[in-house]
């Protein structure tokens, strides 16, 4: 629980409320049903660390601000949504799932639910990004997704995708075999794929994903192709594409600009997982296992 003050109110909740949630227990210092109450304010703490601001201030030393927000008696939860959302009071018994529920169903978050219609334009786009996806039997995004995804630094160097085990394309394309799973992708071609070994939790998810965040991954950079960042629109999804699709936009990257052997393999229609499979298998038996070849 993070105590303020009415001077610090504005810094610590009014001035992030662009892109974050808080809540604000008013107490007082001599009242036993505040005493009482802080057990459970205290689970929210620990069930919410990280994700959203938990916090509180004394109505004893602060009772003009406490008047001022609307406060007549204690303990008392304010939660203050990102704007344009009004502050409201928890009405009701004040327990840790109401409490946690609130601020959880006001997280703002940055997460893209991938389907086969829009993966590899996620992928593919935004080549100095890292990209973590997190592979799901649920139907929602959790939380603790929501919560990485707004993170003051990732919001603005790393990529977060959702998908739901119904998304049988994606998951069959990075092997996924258990749920859930993470799994982070990175390098200009999508071509490091690491599956995330640790615990589910949000501070150690974060831990994991610092190193890529903070190494400069996500500024501005070049593609691959030497020129500007490539945006959604400017995407080039058979960069990270298993087996990519020949046409018109593609032919060069994947055929026609390098040296060596190209194989195209003609088929009427999409090509079916069964197929993807066969070709990479063949694609990886004429790989040279030769460092450099």
């Not at 007082?28 to 505040?34: G, H, L, Q, T, Y």
Request: glycine share 6%.
């Amino acid at each position: 629980i993070q105590q303020i003050q009415a001077s610090t109110f504005d810094g610590i909740i009014g001035k992030f409320r662009d892109g974050a949630v808080s809540s604000l227990w008013f107490f007082k210092e001599d009242n036993a049903a505040d005493q009482k109450f802080l057990d459970e304010y205290n689970k929210v703490a620990t069930e919410m660390k990280g994700m959203a601001k938990v916090t509180a201030i004394s109505c004893t030393e602060f009772a003009t601000f406490c008047e001022k927000q609307g406060v007549k008696e204690t303990p008392t939860v304010m939660i203050y949504p990102p704007n344009p959302v009004p502050a409201f009071k928890i009405e009701g018994k004040l327990e840790q799932k109401q409490i946690a529920g609130k601020l959880a169903k006001f997280m703002p978050d940055k997460v893209t639910k991938l389907t086969k219609e829009n993966a590899d334009t996620f992928l593919s786009s935004h080549p100095s990004e890292p990209k973590l996806l997190l592979f799901s039997n649920k139907k929602s995004v959790p939380t603790m997704w929501k919560a990485l995804s707004v993170d003051t630094v990732f919001k603005r160097t790393v990529k977060f995708g959702f998908i739901s085990e119904d998304e049988t394309d994606i998951v069959q394309r990075f092997k996924v075999k258990k749920f859930p799973t993470v799994i982070m992708q990175r390098g200009a071609k999508g071509e490091t794929k690491e599956t995330y070994k640790g615990e589910l939790k949000f501070m150690a998810l974060k831990d994991f994903i610092n190193p890529y965040a903070e190494s400069g991954m996500g500024d501005k950079m070049a593609g691959p192709a030497g020129g500007k960042e490539e945006t959604m629109e400017e995407a080039k999804p058979w960069l990270v594409q298993e087996v990519p699709e020949l046409t018109l936009k593609s032919h060069k990257d994947v055929c026609f600009k390098g040296e060596g052997l190209c194989v195209i393999y003609l088929k009427d229609g999409e090509a079916a997982q069964a197929d993807i499979d066969m070709l990479t298998g063949l694609s990886k038996k004429f790989t040279s296992q030769l460092s450099d070849r």
